[in-house]
């Protein structure tokens, strides 16, 4: 079931809470709790009934039920929280917001269902499927920068496991501040129906490093467990996310699972990796390369088949090459642009003039994506580099900048590992991959500096060569 309720969504079976579309962690208790006063909302129930139902009256400390309720409201903000729960003294909660029906996917996350230029990827993902369903297990890490298409990958991966009888538990790890340590983990122990008792393991490990490697090794046998009766697939999405000890934990499953059947499918973007992440990642990379899926941007021919699609008709070749400079064949912001064209604005003035572009608000939401990985000092740098040109050279950039050149060589990596810059071959020389960042970048440039900029930038060239 999926409620809502103010502007907060739960659904019931995906385990997940959002308010305004974006996931608000909470403790699994907590959860619980929120789940069983929202569906008895018509009446006070009492602390007997919830520890009952939901510690299925396993003794706790007296306290338990009282600090879990006050971890949910925090969950849901202490100001709503009195909004949504009432405390009736001595007695119990009840569940005191108006709920409204839900549709299932009323928004659905991915507003298009092309898929185009993976199927060499998606081939070698069916082959590993094929040796799980075969009696062995499988690793696939599926990595690329914001926007490349990671998701929407693993939603095709989704598709193999119905129909040939596997099984399937899927998970997003989040960002918010406060989710649990191996919040990830637990949540798929929840899909497997795990037993309570190792859940409860789960939240007692955190804190103590031998518990918690007993842990990871009660949670393969679970793993393997679930996979005796059907192969399992687990499709982890943003794994980059994840805290320490799932990262370790997820390490350590990578390598443990041996001809369990199941096939273990994590996407994670490579364009901030943490220490523990780069590790891991990295480890079961040289154990066996054949691990890697790392997407890599749309091709020329790619990105006419997804105009095509969109469109409805073959684009003209200046508004391909226009797509193609404007978005370096990212997918995200290829459908930006194209679902721009499509809206009864086919000329090609409107991909030419990015200003229109810029100006919607899902675009500026794809565009801040492909800079939010990055440093501040790092988007300032982007942004005069950005007045250099769409290809410039590092050599020219530091004296104009007034940025040391052993900084700025950090900067222009930094940029460069965030899949914002890449490198053309010539020594020195970057280029911007997509021209949507470029213009975002130049606007954000404060119209007085950027004169500047372009004034010195004219007169050193000219000096340079006569
Ligand atoms: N191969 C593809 N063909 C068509 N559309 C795609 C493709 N890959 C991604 N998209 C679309 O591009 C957008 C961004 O993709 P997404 O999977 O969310 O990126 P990521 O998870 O890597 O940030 C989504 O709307 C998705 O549907
Ligand atoms: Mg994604």
Redesign the pocket.
């Known amino acids: 079931m999926l409620y809502g309720f103010l502007d907060f969504e739960l659904d019931e079976q995906g385990f997940e809470l959002t308010r305004a579309g974006a996931p608000v962690a909470v403790q699994p208790k907590a959860f619980d709790v929120l789940v069983y006063l929202v569906q008895r909302r018509e009446r006070v129930v009492t602390k007997k009934e919830l520890l009952d139902h939901v510690w299925g009256g396993v003794k706790i400390q007296e306290n338990t039920l009282a600090q879990t309720v006050a971890s949910l409201r925090r969950s849901l903000h202490e100001e709503v929280a009195d909004r949504v729960l009432e405390t009736v003294r001595t007695r119990g909660y009840r569940f005191i917001a108006e709920v409204r029906a839900v549709e299932r996917n009323a928004a659905p996350r991915?507003?298009?269902q092309?898929?185009?230029?993976?199927e060499p990827l998606m081939q070698a993902l069916r082959t590993k499927f094929e040796e799980v369903l075969d009696g062995t297990s499988a690793v696939a890490l599926i990595s690329?920068?914001?926007?490349?298409?990671?998701?929407?990958?693993?939603?095709e991966v989704a598709k193999l496991a119905p129909g040939r009888g596997a099984r399937q538990v899927a998970l997003r790890c989040h960002r918010a501040e406060g989710v649990p340590e191996l919040w990830p983990f637990q949540q798929i122990l929840r899909q497997l129906g795990a037993e309570p008792a190792l859940l409860d393991e789960v939240g007692a490990a955190s804190s103590d490093p031998e518990r918690r490697f007993l842990l990871f090794d009660h949670f393969t046998g679970a793993l393997k467990h679930a996979a005796r009766r059907e192969p399992l697939v687990v499709l982890l999405?943003d794994l980059q996310w994840a805290d320490v000890p799932s990262l370790l934990l997820f390490g350590y499953v990578a390598r443990e699972l041996a001809d369990a059947r199941v096939f273990l499918v994590a996407?994670y973007?490579d364009a901030s990796m943490q220490n523990t992440l780069a590790r891991t990642i990295g480890g079961l990379l040289r154990e066996d390369p054949s691990r890697r899926f790392a997407?890599t941007p749309?091709g020329k021919e790619?990105v006419a088949e997804?105009a095509e699609q969109l469109l409805g008709h073959r684009a003209s070749p200046e508004l391909l090459a226009r797509l193609f400079l404007k978005t370096g064949g990212n997918?995200?912001l290829?459908?930006q642009m194209l679902a721009l064209s499509a809206a009864g604005c086919e000329r090609p003035s409107l991909v030419e003039d990015t200003s229109a572009l810029l100006s919607d608000d899902t675009t500026r939401a794809a565009i801040a994506?492909q800079l939010g990985a990055l440093s501040e000092a790092c988007q300032n740098f982007l942004g005069m580099a950005a007045v250099f040109g769409s290809e410039f050279d590092a050599c020219e950039l530091s004296p104009l900048t007034q940025i040391e050149p052993v900084r700025a060589l950090e900067l222009l990596n930094e940029a460069t590992r965030g899949h914002v810059l890449s490198k053309t071959g010539k020594p020195q020389a970057y280029r911007f991959r997509h021209g949507l960042v470029q213009d975002v970048l130049l606007r954000g440039l404060p119209a007085a500096r950027r004169v500047e900029l372009e004034t010195a930038i004219r007169e050193a060239r000219s000096t340079r060569s006569p």
Request: no cysteine; net charge positive; charged share 10%.
């Open positions: 991915s507003p298009s092309a898929f185009v230029g993976r690329g920068g914001p926007g490349l298409g990671k998701t929407r990958l693993l939603a999405d996407a973007s997407l749309l790619s997804l997918p995200a290829l459908l994506l």
